[in-house]
C-alpha cells in the first residue's frame, strides 16, 4: 500500500511539473533517533519547481501514505499509526503492547 502511494505521488508531481524529475524512498525496518527515514530527490531546470515539487511531495507522504511506526520505550512499546491518525491500523496490529 505505501509503495503504491509514494508512486500515485511521484505521478501527481510529474502531471503537475512536467520538466520535473522524482525519487522518493522511505526506510523500513528498525530506525534509531535521528535516522533519516524518507528521502526526496528532485531536479528540475529551475529551482523553484524543484522546491515545489519536493514541498509538495513530503506533504502528500504525511497525508496518504499509511506508515505506521512501533516505538520502544523504557515501559513498553507503543504503535503509533500515520502521522495525521487518518488510516487505521491494518486489523490484527495492536496500539499498544504491554
Same mark, same amino acid.
Not at 500500500?1 to 522511505?26: F, N, R, S, Y
Not at 529551475?46 to 501514505?65: F, L, P, Q, T
Not at 499509526?81 to 490484527?92: A, R, V
Given at each position: 500500500?505505501?509503495?503504491?502511494?509514494? !508512486?500515485?505521488? &511521484? =505521478?501527481?508531481?510529474?502531471?503537475?511539473? *512536467?520538466?520535473?524529475? #522524482?525519487?522518493? !524512498?522511505? @526506510?523500513? &525496518? @528498525?530506525?534509531?533517533?535521528?535516522? #533519516?527515514?524518507?528521502?526526496?530527490?528532485?531536479?528540475? *531546470?529551475? @529551482?523553484?519547481?524543484? $522546491?515545489?515539487? +519536493?514541498? $509538495?511531495?513530503? =506533504? @502528500?507522504?504525511?497525508? #496518504?501514505?499509511?506508515?505506521?511506526?512501533?516505538?520502544?520505550?523504557?515501559?513498553? !512499546?507503543?504503535?503509533?499509526?500515520?502521522?495525521? =491518525? +487518518?488510516?487505521? $491500523?491494518?486489523? &490484527?496490529?495492536?496500539?499498544?503492547?504491554?
Amino acid at each position: 500500500m505505501a509503495v503504491k502511494k509514494l !508512486t500515485e505521488i &511521484g =505521478e501527481e508531481i510529474k502531471k503537475q511539473w *512536467p520538466d520535473a524529475k #522524482i525519487a522518493i !524512498t522511505h @526506510r523500513v &525496518g @528498525r530506525l534509531e533517533i535521528m535516522d #533519516i527515514a524518507v528521502v526526496i530527490a528532485v531536479s528540475s *531546470p529551475h @529551482r523553484k519547481v524543484a $522546491y515545489e515539487a +519536493n514541498e $509538495y511531495a513530503i =506533504e @502528500r507522504i504525511k497525508k #496518504i501514505v499509511p506508515i505506521w511506526k512501533k516505538e520502544f520505550w523504557e515501559d513498553g !512499546t507503543e504503535w503509533i499509526g500515520d502521522q495525521l =491518525e +487518518n488510516t487505521p $491500523y491494518p486489523e &490484527g496490529k495492536p496500539k499498544k503492547e504491554e
